[in-house]
């Protein structure tokens, strides 16, 4: 009887241990639990366990919209968009350098990419306010800022 306890308790502890394994580093867990704009996340990464792979999509994601954004800011009056247009060409910059940190395995640098592009976001929205004047590329602007969030919150399952 002896034998068989012991044999249950290595089973159950090696059976422990393989779901801490799995969780230690992202995997099998829902990377967008918690996140700020967990619907957006999961529209973005779908089911993706790697921590990895789900940043990485959700950069690429943000570099999509971000093009789209320089591109409804070319459309603007000059005068309109030139705070705009050059946030958002600095944003493009911080997402590519921001996979290049991934990459690497800079969790640091990629997350100091990230905040970035928020504030170069946030800084557009900023330059119609102080012109007083509405702001036609909110909703492309908030996406970005939301995906961002994600992108920050996802990071954080990275070991």
């Known amino acids: 009887m002896g034998v068989t306890v012991n044999k249950q308790l290595i089973s159950l ?3 422990f241990l393989a779901f801490l394994s799995g969780h230690a580093d992202g995997q099998g867990m829902d990377l967008c639990a918690g996140a ?4 957006l996340c999961h529209s973005v990464v779908g089911r993706e366990k790697s ?3 789900a940043a990485e999509a959700t950069v690429n994601r943000l ?3 971000t093009k789209q954004a320089i591109s409804s800011a ?3 009056p000059q005068k309109d968009s030139p705070t705009c247009t050059y946030v958002y060409d600095e944003a493009l910059y911080s997402l590519k350098e921001s996979l290049r940190s991934l990459k690497s395995h800079d969790i640091g640098s990629f997350n100091v ?4 592009v928020m504030s170069f976001v946030e800084a557009c929205k900023d330059s119609f306010a102080e012109m007083e004047k509405p702001f036609p590329i909110a909703k ?3 996406l970005i800022k939301h ?6 919150h996802i990071a954080t399952f990275i070991p």
């Open 63 to 65: 570099i999509s919209e």
């Open 13 to 15: 502890s090696l059976l």
């Open 36 to 39: 700020n704009y967990e619907a």
């Open 147 to 152: 995906i961002a969030s994600n992108a920050l």
């Open 113 to 116: 990419k990230l905040s970035a």
């Open 51 to 53: 921590p990895y792979v």
């Open 140 to 142: 492309q602007n908030e």
């Open 74 to 76: 070319a459309k603007l």
